[in-house]
């Protein structure tokens, strides 16, 4: 069965941080392009950060440039984002997925997904 959990959300004041962290099992990992989506209430989902398997590149929205980063542990199965300088436009519910192959970071192409978890910016 294939699982991807999320955890690390929460609520932190503006500029400060968090790490999110999605454990998978049931696939093999290693092989699939893997993201980090977000979505806030009224607005279409989003990619936020994405690893690309072909060649290990990554991707990041214009607007978490230089304050997040993607990361994976093949061995866990594992990917992370770490969430620096949150602003309260960076609320959303935010989402790890993962897609075999080769894929860009558009939510259309991501078939396995987690279910969630809530992070909230205050000002």
């Known amino acids: 069965e294939v699982q991807l959990a999320e955890s690390g959300g929460g609520l932190v004041q503006a500029g400060g941080s968090l790490r999110l962290s999605c454990a998978t099992s049931g696939f093999s990992f290693a092989d699939y392009a893997i993201g980090w989506f977000r979505q806030a209430p009224g607005k279409e989902r989003e990619g936020v950060s994405c690893?690309?398997?072909?060649?290990?590149?990554?991707y990041y929205a214009d607007s978490v440039k230089g304050r997040f980063t993607i990361s994976s542990d093949n061995a866990k199965s594992t990917m992370y984002l770490q969430m620096n300088d949150l602003q309260p436009e960076d609320t959303a519910t935010y989402y790890c997925?993962?897609?075999?192959?080769?894929?860009?970071?558009?939510?259309?192409?991501?078939?396995?997904w987690g279910q969630g978890t809530q992070v909230t910016v205050s000002s």
């Open positions: 997925a993962a897609v075999i192959g080769i894929a860009w970071c558009d939510p259309l192409e991501y078939d396995k």
């Open positions: 690893i690309m398997r072909s060649d290990g590149s990554t």
